[in-house]
């Protein structure tokens, strides 16, 4: 008798497992968002940002001027350089005006910048979700001692004033390999937000019926831990994914701003709108461009979070 | 409770500890010799060694770092002899720039920070709050869309560019608002407060965003609750259904939330402080970060550190002040 | 004539019907009782009586109260009956109390927002009065309380109070006691026997527990799929079932009377 009802509950283990990754948000995710137009423009826009990042050396070739070229001639000497012609310079020549007085192509820097972004956001995004989702699962899933030292490390983390420490950091360090260390430290940062997730979902997993069925059934804890308990994790954790690539593109543009991202002349975004500043009275367009992009790229990626969020989860908010 | 507090402050002073442990090693290894800083281009080396003899450089890291401490709690004395200067706790130290006592840096500044946290809360919270509720009411109508999109957009623009536009309408463009310039309140307190608007206004609309949408989720998963399908049957108008017993209990988390958040803005609203000049500890923190000013750094790290903790413990202490199945459980 | 008389009475959610088309009437003073299982649509037609319909629902008919007709009221004088003089009891009273008010905030609130110029101090003696005739001992200290600061018991006797504090016609109690223990189930029935007794208000007792029916009820409508099965006094549909749906619920509750009879003598002091 209790032979047999340990096999079937080990029979039912998989079947179990196999109906709640039938919920697996992969398809029925693209089914959803592709069938909404916000969500498709959003999409669209990302895409068009990835590929300018990719191909910029390309981009740029067409358009004829590269990010570091000065213009002398797209300037007004007299003027204290501010770009000839109204709109900050936007022409054929230049399409979407030149930075006043060095007359560099505005154009050509927000697609090398669109590879600044898009880099270090992503990068920090994917370290961010290696060490939450492993740390998280160690945390939820051992518990006892383990969980302890985890989550107070996470506190201790969460406690620091995460943008003050970043940008006295920054500014501390040799300027030489400035994108990794932007990576690394706002990953650092970041990764408690999301383990803290994990961590409590995995402890709930753990008392599932199906996880318990898989424990009773003799499966290591390895093969628990990947097989059962991670893919019933994916929407989680794939809605922090789209959450946090549009905050890690704020964080970048924000540290360029502060002149602690990105170093010049390697363009960014955030560098950009910057060194606009002293400049936002007299030619506008010099922050209102970046500013869009940027703007834009962000909004692009909440409003897809937003809607991938409804799609795994429709009843929750 | 008390028990409880004890352990709270133990735990609040350690990680304050780290903090500064952390911080102050993170500029013993890596930062440039603030001697040479200090020296500037008329140098000597004379000079450089009687700088660190003053400063105590030559010590090792841990010596350094139990002076560091022994000022901030005690007072501390540099140099020695007849030059020796005395400062008295909580000392922080001098600038390498303008060799001013830092403590007094931060206590000048803090006010002005202090005003502009507030503002800006209570811009964000009034917004929040009732765009939350409205949108929660008018779940799925147009008015709930709107109010939803707004939000994506306010959460989308970075504060800068925001600052940018706004400045660029309202200052260059319709000239409604005069250009920014520092006016003591109590010399044109009209001047002052149209000095402040846009920066509060920038720095809620993020704020603002997020809370609308918080209190929205909230609301509408406290308006499926039973009590106030109880609160219907009492036949209670709909905005009393909605302001006492939906809106109540979703703000709670929305409470702590904004605890937390108004903590960390008093560690100083870097990027907005410096986009519009206003002469606050964000702005100290981001001049001296730029100017590579080691104890002004230092400084307004453990500031904002010690915000944020005293926030979160201020927050724990709120909540179990709002909710009385909390209040109660925690007296007994 | 009747309190309350309603007829072809619908609620449905687009196309689905969960009450399709029933009537049954009720007397002043009078008790009612609608027995069927979860599903039945008994809880739909208590709160279409109410007008608490959740949103999309909607309800056709007539339910004529006092002479006049429900479903064709505004919901603003629909408001001024909602509460005042129909009253309505619910199943869990722990979730449907605020926790966040005081019991007493919130038995006055009723009557407040029904009594124009009430004061603070009118309203909580009221919320006293009302604790007390619901035998809640030292009334005046635990109106200051909060619902979780009392027993499962307690707190239906406060919701009771609630429902009393307007002194409504009519007073709908949907499953009052089924999230109770059984001994506390029997003081509740008590309770509300006596409250009826007390005020002459009539009662619609919502129940799938046809012994807490035979306690309370006059008159019993059977409910199933949203159709009403069988309508009869307590007595005859005890006695005599005629729809084979009632037999098979009256089945599964066998000796009724006895039970019921233990239960009271084991009742005594509630905390």
Known sequence: MSISSTELEAAGAPETGALVAATDPRRSVWHTLLRDPSAIACL???????????????????????????????????????????????????????????????????????????????????????????????????????????SRFMEFLMAFPALIFMIAVLSALPADNRQYL?????????????????????????????VEAARASGASRTRLVFTEILPNLRSTILVMVTLAVPGYIGTEAGLSFLGVGVVPPTPSWGQMISSSVSWYSVVPTYFLVPGTFLALLVLSFMVLGDRVRSAVDPGGR | MARYLVHRVFGMLVVLFLVSLFTYMVFFLLAPDPAVQICGKTCTPERIDQIRANLSLDDPFLVQFLHFLQGLFLGRDYGTGASAVHCSAPCLGYSFQSAQSVTDMIVQRLPVTAVVAIGAAVLWLLAGVVGGLISAVREGRFTDKFITSLTLGGMSVPNYVLALVLQYVFVVWLQWLPFPQAVPFADDPAQWFLNFILPWTVLAV?????????????????????????????????????????????????????????????????????????????????????????????????????FVVVGNMAVDLLYSAIDPRVRVGAAS | MSLLS???????????????????????????????????????????????????????????????????????????????????????????????????TQIAEAYRSHRSGVSRRAARKVAVEAMERVHIKEAGRRVDDYPHQFSGGMRQRVMIAMALSTEPELI?????????????????????????????????MITHDLAVVSEVADTVVVMRHGDVVETGSTEQIFSDPQHPYTQALLDAVPRIDDEIGDLRLLSGGEA
């Open chain 3, 172 to 204: 709908i109690a949907d499953e009052p006691t089924t999230a109770l223990d059984v001994t506390v189930q029997a003081q509740i029935l008590d309770l509300l026997a006596e409250v009826r007794r007390d005020t002459g208000a009539a009662l619609i």
């Open chain 3, 6 to 104: 309603v007829r072809d009475l619908t609620v449905t959610f687009g196309d689905t019907a969960v009450v399709g088309g029933i009537g049954f009437d009720l007397p002043k003073g009078g008790s009612l009782g609608i027995v069927g299982e979860s599903g039945s649509g008994k809880s739909m037609t208590s709160l279409a009586v109410m007008g608490l319909l959740p949103r999309g629902a909607a309800r056709g008919g007539s339910i004529v109260f006092d002479g006049t007709d429900l479903c064709a009221l505004t919901e603003r004088r629909m408001r001024a009956i909602r509460g005042d003089r129909i009253a309505m009891i619910f199943q869990d009273p722990l979730s449907s109390l605020n926790p966040y008010y005081t019991v007493g």
């Open chain 2, 206 to 306: 993020g704020y603002a965003s997020s809370y609308t949408r918080l209190t929205r989720a909230n609301v509408i998963d406290t308006l499926g609750e039973n009590f106030v399908r109880t609160a219907r049957a009492k036949g209670l108008r709909p905005d009393l259904v909605w302001r006492r017993h939906a809106l109540r209990p979703a703000l709670t988390p929305i409470v702590t939330i904004a605890g937390m958040d108004f903590a960390g803005l008093l560690g100083g609203a870097l990027i907005t402080e410096s986009v519009f000049g206003i002469n606050g500890v964000g702005k100290l923190a981001a001049d001296s970060i730029t100017k590579n000013d080691q104890p002004v750094i230092m400084a307004v790290t453990l500031l904002a550190a010690f």
């Open chain 1, 44 to 150: 669209v826009y990302i895409g068009l940002v990835i590929v300018m990042a990719l191909a910029a050396p390309l981009i740029v070739k067409v358009s004829g001027w590269d990010p570091y070229e000065f213009d002398q001639t797209a300037i007004d000497p007299n003027l204290g350089g501010i770009p000839l012609g109204s709109w900050g310079g936007i022409s054929a020549e230049h399409w979407l005006g030149v930075e006043p007085q060095s007359g560099r192509d505005i154009f050509a820097r927000i697609v090398y910048g669109a590879r600044a972004s898009m880099l270090i956001a992503v990068s920090a995004t994917a370290l961010t979700t290696v060490l939450g989702v492993v740390f998280g699962l160690l945390a939820g899933y051992f518990g006892g001692r383990t969980d302890m030292v985890i």
């Open chain 1, 182 to 210: 932007l990576v690394l430290v706002i990953s650092v940062f970041g990764w408690p937000y999301l383990a803290r997730i994990v961590r409590a979902q995995t402890m709930s997993l753990k008392q599932r019926e199906f």
